[in-house]
């Protein structure tokens, strides 16, 4: 194994030991392999390269302040790549099935998970995806589903909880009215990749995606929820093109916890320049503090409209800090799990 630097990992590929490979076809899944081999070897005809029938998961796995090895609710993860996956119209893991493999494949890659201490972590990736070759549109009978895995640093490469700049995407949507964004499918990031390159050319770290139909409420970000603290008071857009995040149904229960008020509900646009505290949240970002959002009409026009400025400016905000050592201490082992969030390696 190459010698890694823990301390300046990123969100990057980096190669593993293995991947865990199970393949369904007949009616019944394979018993999953564990394989260094990590090309898949489809058929140029598999649906997933045509039609894009692909849905995939993102959930962590640290190396705890007492050495052990924890899995942040991967059940919840296969819940939902379930709902995905039947989205698509194919077979799916089971819950069972879906843990198993990722215990197997944070084993079979142990020495890829980060140290206590670095601030990072194993991020597993699960994948599923339509296989057979075929030619009309149909969804596919024979299905592959893959567990691999990365040690990660931060999302941005950034500083923990550095905050980061976000524009709104006026003129380009992550997914349809009535379409797939409440699902994690590969489709909603192809549809995204061309507004985010242009807002990272621009040098925003993130891009703000509003309700499809009406464009006049916040969705979320491309890679991650959007969550606002306005006073004792956690605000989350409640919307059916939001993916349900894991992270943000964490965090609410950890604010609650702490005594706020959850909201869920549809955010106007307009009430940006309310919140103390605006950030991103998922598995990747965990939480990313938002500075400032940029308004333009077009991503590609060069005015800017208007600038909205979130108080906690150059800082993570209080609250925010707060629920994010919450969930990274509970995820580390060094405050007590008292929801059972965390699957331990046996
Ligand atoms: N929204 C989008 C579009 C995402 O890609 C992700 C990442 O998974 C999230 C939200 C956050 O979800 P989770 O917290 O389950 O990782
Ligand atoms: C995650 O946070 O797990 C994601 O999938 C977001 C992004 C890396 C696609």
Redesign the pocket.
């Known amino acids: 194994m190459a010698q890694l630097d823990w301390s300046d990992l990123s969100f990057n590929y980096r190669k593993t030991n293995v991947i865990i490979v199970s393949r369904y076809k007949d009616g019944e899944w394979s018993e999953p392999v564990a394989t260094q081999d990590f090309d898949l070897h489809l058929n140029a005809f598999a649906g997933v390269f045509h039609y894009a029938n692909a849905c995939f998961e993102?959930l962590k796995a640290f190396r705890g302040a007492d050495g052990k090895v924890r899995i942040f609710r991967p059940d919840?993860?296969a819940k939902?790549i379930r709902r995905s996956g039947s989205h698509l119209d194919m077979a799916v893991p089971s819950e069972e099935m879906f843990i198993r493999m990722v215990k197997q494949c944070v084993k079979g890659n142990i020495d890829y998970l980060p140290p206590y201490g670095y601030g990072a972590s194993m991020y597993i990736r699960p994948i599923l995806i339509g296989s057979n070759p075929q030619l009309g549109i149909a969804s596919s009978t024979e299905v592959l589903f893959a567990v691999m895995c990365s040690p990660v640093g931060t999302y941005s490469g950034a500083k923990i909880l550095t905050p980061a700049t976000a524009v709104i995407s006026r003129n380009y949507d992550?997914t349809a009215p009535n379409g797939t964004g409440a699902f994690?499918i590969a489709a909603?990031?192809a549809t995204s990749l061309h507004p985010y390159n242009l807002a990272h050319k621009l040098g925003y770290g993130e891009l703000l995606f509003l309700d499809p139909a009406t464009k006049t409420k916040i969705d979320?970000?491309?890679?991650?929820?959007f969550l606002a603290i306005k006073g004792n008071t956690y605000v989350t857009p409640l919307s059916d093109s939001?993916?349900p995040?894991?992270?943000?149904k964490t965090l609410q229960s950890v604010a609650e916890d702490f005594g706020l008020k959850i909201e869920k509900r549809a955010v106007p646009v307009e009430e940006l320049c309310e919140f103390d505290e605006i950030n991103a949240?998922?598995?990747?970002v965990v939480i990313t503090p938002i500075r400032s959002i940029d308004d333009k009409l077009t991503l590609e026009s060069e005015t800017i409209e208007r600038t909205i400025t979130v108080p906690s400016g150059d800082e993570c905000g209080k609250v925010s800090r707060r629920l994010y050592d919450r969930i990274r201490a509970i995820q580390d082992g060094r405050e007590e799990d008292t929801h059972n969030w965390c699957y331990y390696l046996d």
């Open positions: 993102g919840e993860n939902r992550r994690k909603n990031y979320e970000f491309g890679s991650s929820n939001v993916l995040s894991i992270t943000n949240c998922g598995t990747a």
